[in-house]
C-alpha cells in the first residue's frame, strides 16, 4: 500500500510539473491573452507603422515629430514620397533610405514589408 502511495504521489508530482511547465511556456494565444503583444506576423501594417514608422514620420504620416524633425524624416503624404514607384518605396521600407533610416527587411520579413508599402499608400496617398 505504501508502494501504491508514492507512485501515485510521483504521478500527481509529474502532472503537476507538466502542467506548472504548460503554463509557464504557453502558447502563443496564451501569451497574447496575457497581455503581451501579438508577433510581428500577426500585427496589421497599422499596427507595425505605429509602432516602428510613427516615432519618425508621425501618425499621420507627416514627419512632425521630435525625431522626425531631427532627421529630417519625408512626409508620406507629399507628392515626393506618393510619385516613388511601388519598387522604390518598397526598397526604401526593406533596405533604408540615408543613414537616418533603418531597413526592415531582415526585423519584419518581405510580407511586413510589402503590407507596410500598401498601408503608406492606401493611409497617406492620394489613391
Known sequence: MER????????VLFG???LAFTLVSGT?????????????????????YLDKCAVCHAKD??????????????DLRSAE?????DKDLLDAIAN????DM?????ELGMPMVT???KYVRTQFGNK
Open 61 to 74: 504620416g507627416s514627419g512632425n515629430t521630435a525625431k522626425g524633425r531631427k532627421v529630417k524624416a519625408k
Open 16 to 18: 503537476g510539473a507538466v
Open 96 to 99: 533604408g533610405k540615408g543613414k
Open 115 to 117: 503590407a507596410l508599402e
Open 102 to 106: 533603418d531597413g526592415f527587411k531582415d
Open 81 to 85: 514620397v506618393q510619385k516613388m514607384s
Open 28 to 48: 502563443p494565444q496564451a501569451s497574447f491573452a496575457a497581455g503581451a503583444p501579438p508577433p510581428a506576423q500577426q500585427q496589421t501594417a497599422e499596427d507595425v
Open 4 to 11: 501504491i502511495s508514492k507512485v501515485l504521489g510521483l504521478g
